[in-house]
């Protein structure tokens, strides 16, 4: 009884953790997180006016959030249209500072996306196919790399690998391409980092690319960043001193003709940098609370995402190292170096031809 009571108890807290992301995916769609951080505090009569909302829906969310400690309220014996609301100092860069690499106000977003598909996902584990491509719209897609990449990826990570940072940094001017680019953020990165560099992103999904073209000319990085909706199996034109595949590995149906292609691709000294999730190196259950999210996103999207292929790897997101190390060996690399440092989320592969 103890197992039953500590589960019941388990899925009670879990269905309030999801709720409190649903409420954070309002808060994020509707602005209220970033009124609050560029305006200072207010009731809920005044952020309702800041943001064009509904005063007492605004008022509802704005004492959820209090309840719930995302915000702080100045006196909570006061008229319910009168207390005053704070999204504390320490919160701002979580919930409304979109550039800092501490943000995670798109969770709502991913989760209430997840959300959208479940129906036809359950039809997909009966018939083993995959799901129907999700629409954008109406959430839009969440960026959740884009800080990251921007703080991280061309000043941290590139930098920490000697012979790749050389090369991006010497004459003639290196090439990069970066398969499954998404909407451009890791290409405009390494750009930004690396001003001798051109980089070539490519990536399957229509309109990821068409963000990815916008956000290149917003940064003024159209000039050496583009853009092309391809296959990573497609072999692209010329020679590249780097490859990258960035968290995107384990979702590719092919795997292996992905790193066979980008092998064919580079130039003499080049190398593939792989950067996929840190997991375990075999299974185990119970698992680490890291292990357990990274199957939950297995179960809800990338092993749905490789499925609708017959001949699909069906990697998922658990790609451990020693799956990795056989998908390149099998796509024809010598050596396939786990490099001395990673990140809380992230394992870094170098794939030498």
Not at 59 to 67: I, P, Q, S, T
Not at 73 to 82: H, L
């Amino acid at each position: 009884m103890d197992r039953t009571n500590a589960l019941v108890e388990r899925i009670f807290r879990n269905a309030g953790a999801a709720l409190e992301l649903y409420s954070i995916y309002l808060g994020e769609r509707l602005g209220l997180y970033q009124a609050l951080a560029d305006k200072g505090p207010a009731t809920s009569v005044e952020l309702a006016e800041r943001t064009g909302t509904n005063e007492r829906y605004i008022r509802e969310w704005l004492e959820h959030h209090a309840a719930s400690g995302l915000v702080d309220v100045d006196d909570v014996k006061a008229a319910p249209t009168e207390r005053r609301y704070t999204l504390p100092a320490e919160h701002i860069p979580v919930l409304a500072d979109e550039d800092h690499v501490d943000y995670h106000g798109y969770k709502g977003v991913e989760l209430a996306r997840a959300a959208r598909m479940l129906p036809d996902l359950v039809e997909a584990y009966r018939t083993g196919d995959a799901p129907p491509h999700q629409p954008w719209e109406p959430e839009g897609r969440a960026e959740f790399n884009r800080p990251t990449y921007l703080n991280r990826l061309g000043k941290e990570w590139l930098p920490a690998i000697p012979e790749v940072d050389e090369r991006l940094r010497a004459d003639p001017p290196a090439r990069v391409a970066d398969f499954a680019c998404g909407t451009g953020w890791s290409s405009i990165a390494m750009a930004q980092s690396y001003p001798r560099i051109t980089v070539q992103g490519v990536d399957l999904d229509g309109d990821a690319i068409a963000a990815a073209q916008a956000h290149a000319q917003e940064t003024g990085l159209s000039d050496r960043v583009t853009f092309s909706v391809a296959d990573a199996s497609e072999t692209l034109s010329g020679r590249f001193d780097l490859v990258t595949i960035l968290e995107a590995l384990h979702d590719m149906s092919q795997p292996v003709d992905a790193l066979r292609t980008a092998r064919s691709m580079l130039a003499d000294g080049g190398s593939v940098l792989v950067l996929d999730e840190l997991v375990e190196d075999e299974f185990t259950a119970p698992a680490s609370e890291l292990e357990q999210y990274h199957y939950g996103w297995s179960l809800m999207s990338c092993l749905p995402d490789a499925m609708g292929d017959p001949d699909s790897a069906a990697t998922g997101a658990l790609m451990r190292p020693d799956t990795l190390r056989r998908y390149a060996t099998e796509a024809g690399f010598s050596q396939t170096q786990v490099l001395p440092f990673h990140t809380d989320l992230f394992r870094f592969y170098r794939l030498i031809p």
